[in-house]
């Protein structure tokens, strides 16, 4: 396995942690309505870009994946609306109640998805040049 693809796996797996002990620790949900209304929205922003994109994205690493390039609904304002959504919606869970544990937890969520980002942008820009634009 390519060395991108682990790293891209691991950064997953970081995220993912992360927001399973976010969740144990009651501070991955928010708790005030103006903050709940981020994360409802955060949410919609993710099966808004799920339904766009499609099933064919489903897999660990963050390499491509075969068809065209998706630059239409959330894809046409956003790079990554999927990674975006899942850090808005963290980290709006933290905001009301800081403290230095979930800080930190919300901050590997967002370094995993940011390793996956950056990871999937080289990988999007060898297989669609277009993609730079």
Do not use: C, D
């Not at 891209?8 to 976010?22: C, F, K, M, N, W």
């Not at 304002?77 to 937890?105: C, D, K, M």
């Amino acid at each position: 396995m390519k060395f991108k693809n682990v790293l891209s796996i691991l950064g997953l797996l970081v995220a993912a942690a992360a927001l399973v002990e976010l969740f144990n620790l009651r501070h991955l949900f928010a708790k005030t309505p103006y903050l709940l209304a981020v994360q409802a929205a955060a949410a919609l922003l993710m099966i808004w870009a799920r339904m766009t994109f499609g099933v064919r994205s489903f897999h660990a690493a963050a390499s491509t994946s075969k068809g065209s390039l998706v630059t239409h609904g959330p894809y046409r304002y956003w790079r990554h609306p999927i990674y975006a959504s899942i850090i808005y919606f963290t980290w709006a869970g933290q905001i009301e109640a800081p403290a230095v544990v979930p800080i930190a937890l919300a901050g590997a969520v967002t370094l995993g998805l940011l390793v996956r980002m950056l990871i999937e942008e080289h990988f999007l820009t060898q297989t669609y040049p277009a993609y730079a634009e």
